[in-house]
Nanobody
Framework: QVQLVESGGGLVQAGDSLRLACAAS????????MGWFRQAPGKEREFVAA????????SYADFVKGRFTISRDNAKNTVYLQMNRLQPEDTALYYC????????????WGQGTQVTVSS
């Protein structure tokens, strides 16, 4: 079965960096667009970043532009989210998700990794 397993979360201070990873299995990774989402306590899940199967098409939420970078390694079936200059408002559970074009819906989701940023 398809599994997406996130890692790399933790407790950091404002201004620090973290690199999240999402390892995929059970699917042909190179055929899927991958995305990162997050959900803070009491808030709805929101889009963070996404990139196409070949990494050529990338999109970011406005609130992370210039601070976060999404990338992928198809040889390792892994997608990454490099997060720099973290702020307390970035505190959330971060999920990765997989979408097979041309579908616009994400078919598979991971369990999430917690990111907590202290001020």
């Amino acid at each position: 079965q398809v599994q997406l397993v996130e890692s790399g979360g933790g407790l950091v201070q404002a201004g620090d960096s973290l690199r999240l990873a999402c390892a995929a299995s059970g699917l042909t990774f190179s055929m899927y667009s991958m995305g990162w989402f997050r959900q803070a306590p009491g808030k709805e899940r929101e889009f963070v970043a996404a990139l196409s199967w070949n990494g050529r098409s990338i999109s970011y939420a406005d609130f992370v532009k210039g601070r976060f970078t999404i990338s992928r390694d198809n040889a390792k079936n892994t997608v990454y989210l490099q997060m720099n200059r973290l702020q307390p408002e970035d505190t959330a559970l971060y999920y990765c998700a997989a979408r097979k074009p041309p579908s616009t819906e994400y078919d598979y989701w991971g369990q999430g990794t917690q990111v907590t940023v202290s001020s």
